[in-house]
């Protein structure tokens, strides 16, 4: 199985500029994706293909990356954002991260 | 709209079968990928399998042994039946559209296993 290892939880100040990292164990190519989960709701797609935001996804949200190590930034924050944010790669049989938890200061 | 519903007892006892079933409006799951995905308590996420646009199947190699992903088109709904569980199972279940990213999730449902 390919392992994606994220960032720890993260706490910020609406305002600020975060960074999720996601490392995976072997390439992935460009086949990452990011979701934001708040509690009780499914997840979200905001990242696909590691750098290309779905649809109605705002500007404050990017991604980058490929191969191995990504990133997912929100710049700025906002308290709405609230939320457990996961990686995920389908190059090979499909795994997720543990998830990083962003909370606020 | 795209919309995703799933449905399905919240509770089956130890070594008998899970059955959920994904109800889809506003899209024919005879295009695209539809999949089911599970979160475990404690957070983290296990791809299950999908079913295509065709028909065909790929499943997580750790579950091969027990999963099926069927669907009818007729009904626009398909299905994931999953046996010989465990209270490992324990978890809450989404259906999504998407061999990939998944774009369109359901609300997710809690099945728990236990006697």
């Known amino acids: 199985d390919t392992v994606l290892t994220q960032s720890p939880a993260l706490a910020v100040s609406p305002g600020e500029r975060v960074t999720i990292s996601c490392r995976a164990s072997?390439?992935?190519?460009?086949?990452m994706h990011w979701y934001q989960q708040k509690p009780g709701q499914q997840p979200k797609l905001l990242i696909y293909?590691?750098?290309n935001l779905a649809s109605g996804v705002p500007a404050r949200f990017s991604g980058s990356g490929s191969g191995t190590d990504f990133t997912f930034t929100i710049d700025p924050v906002e308290a709405d954002d609230i939320a457990t944010y996961y990686c995920?790669?389908?190059?090979?049989?499909?795994?997720f991260g543990a998830g990083t938890k962003l909370e606020l200061k | 709209e795209v919309q995703l519903q799933e449905s399905g007892p919240g509770l089956v006892k130890p070594s008998q079968s899970l059955s959920l079933t994904c109800s889809v409006t506003g899209y024919s799951i005879t295009s695209n990928y539809w999949g089911w995905i599970r979160k475990f308590p404690g957070n983290k996420m296990e791809w299950m399998g999908y079913i295509s646009y065709s028909g065909s199947t790929s499943y997580n190699p750790s579950l091969k042994s027990r999963i099926s992903i069927t669907r009818d088109t007729s009904k626009n709904q398909f299905f994931l039946q999953l046996n010989s569980v465990t209270t490992e199972d324990t978890a809450t279940y989404y259906c999504?559209?998407?061999?990939?990213?998944?774009?369109?999730w359901g609300q997710g449902v809690m099945v728990t296993v236990s006697s």
């Open positions: 999504a559209r998407g061999g990939g990213p998944g774009d369109y």
């Open positions: 995920h790669q389908s190059w090979n049989s499909d795994t």
């Open positions: 072997e390439s992935v190519s460009t086949l």
């Open positions: 293909k590691a750098s």
